[in-house]
């Protein structure tokens, strides 16, 4: 009894802490501290922010990761939208819309019906994906030279969370306290032991990026029939969102561990397959590929085939061209993209050498085209902050303007 009095006084305390500094942090910063001060204190620090990840690469963990997402937010279509909208909305509420409110939601309406038409996100992606198109070529003829083909897959999110089978014993079964109240929400009914099993047994779920694993598994059988040796690397990081358990490494819960599995469940052996397990954006990708080549001492013949989404491919290929090229080697890497993942047919014009009649694939126009969409929006999305972050890779000197692949 005296121990849980104590608990008791120490939350207590903890509790009146807590709501004494919010209260003198509430009185400085909007009391006692001018606006147009707080005004730039803010900036400095959005502008701290932006220029550390300048220097170390966007933060993904911790406050600084979480204020680099708010600061994200407005270069997303989805985000600039919304915060035209709160500023017309914050107006409103104040009585009226200004000249400033009217030309945002002037911008605002436009910009999100514009993007939700998928004949605008289809014309957005194929233009993205025709980069990709223009980049592949055949392997080069000449050997490896005594090494062995090398695969990378960058796999970063193309699974899904998804259960494991047990490793631990199960719980032990739990009396729900009982009530005579009416719950405002009704609770959620426990998982029973058929269902948890159905859950932990199912195969490796894909999203929509996932056909780049199914694509790399091909690729790796096609070199075992030329016999070229070939060793698959899977690059994927940590699981956003995934909350960790006592016991676990970053090796467990990187996204890589389930990209394996699913190769190997395909018929990659194990010992063919290299995760790098540290890489959630496609420029470490490239860092972390490199090191473990030269760590292990793996002799890949100058050539490496790169497998990624089409839409994301060109900025990928040219980030591991500057990569491995930029080390000073003697002999040129020469990076061998495999796009897949994609959304859209070449262009009409495009095909007229290489097919024709029924062999001549090619996507009609509906009246469905011009109707908004959720997922025209999501696709539009998708591009626009592709080239967003091709921009953000070239300030940071990740890859160059101009193709040299």
């Known amino acids: 009894m005296v121990l849980l009095v104590t608990d008791v006084f120490v939350l207590l305390t903890q509790v009146l802490l807590w709501v004494v500094v919010g209260l003198f942090t509430w009185y400085v910063l909007l009391r006692a501290l001018p606006k147009a001060f707080l005004g730039g204190l803010v900036i400095l620090l959005l502008l701290g922010v932006s220029a550390l990840t300048f220097y170390r690469g966007a933060p993904a963990d911790g406050l600084f990761g979480d204020i680099w997402q708010l600061i994200a937010i407005p270069f997303s279509p989805l985000g600039l939208i919304l915060i035209f909208f709160l500023i017309v909305l914050t107006e409103l509420l104040r009585g009226g819309i200004s000249k400033t409110g009217l030309t945002l939601l002037r ?5 999100l019906l514009i993007l939700s038409i998928p004949a605008v996100s289809y014309f957005l992606a194929q233009r993205a994906e025709a980069q990709a198109l223009q980049i592949t070529r055949a392997a080069p003829a000449e050997s490896l030279a005594g090494g062995r083909r090398v695969i990378v897959v960058l796999g970063q999110g193309t699974t899904r969370l998804q259960l494991r089978p047990r490793t631990q014993p199960a719980p032990a079964p739990t009396t729900p306290p ?11 009914e426990p998982l029973t032991e058929p269902a948890y099993n159905i859950l932990t047994q199912q195969p490796i779920q894909l999203t ?8 790399a598994a091909r690729l790796y059988q096609e070199e075992v029939a030329r016999g070229t040796n070939p060793l698959l690397i899977v690059s994927a990081g940590s699981r956003e969102g995934r909350d960790r358990k006592d016991g676990d490494t970053q090796e467990s819960t990187a996204e890589s561990t389930d990209i394996a599995t699913f190769l190997q469940n395909q018929g990659v052996p194990a010992g063919n397959i290299i995760q790098d397990t540290k890489s959630p954006t496609v420029h470490d990708s490239a860092v972390n590929v490199r090191a473990l080549l030269q760590s292990q001492r793996i002799g890949f013949g100058n050539q490496l085939f790169l497998v990624t989404s089409a839409i ?14 930029s080390q000073g ?14 959304y859209t047919l070449p262009q009409k014009d495009s095909l007229r050498r290489r097919t024709q009649g029924r062999d001549l694939i090619e996507r009609g126009f509906r009246i469905g085209d011009l109707l908004p969409s959720t997922e025209a929006f999501a696709l539009s999305s998708r591009v626009i902050n592709e080239y967003i972050t091709s921009i953000y890779y070239f300030l940071r000197g990740w890859i160059r ?3 040299t692949i």
Do not use: H, K, W
């Open 329 to 342: 080697s003697e002999t040129p890497i020469t990076i061998i993209s495999r796009p897949t993942d994609f």
């Open 178 to 188: 009982q009530t005579t109240q009416v719950p405002l929400i009704e609770p959620v």
């Open 401 to 403: 303007p101009v193709s």
């Open 312 to 325: 994301e491919m060109s900025r990928a290929a040219l980030t591991f061209n500057r990569e491995f090229n």
């Open 107 to 111: 911008v605002a309406i436009p910009l």
């Open 208 to 215: 929509e990026e996932g056909d780049r694993l199914i694509y």
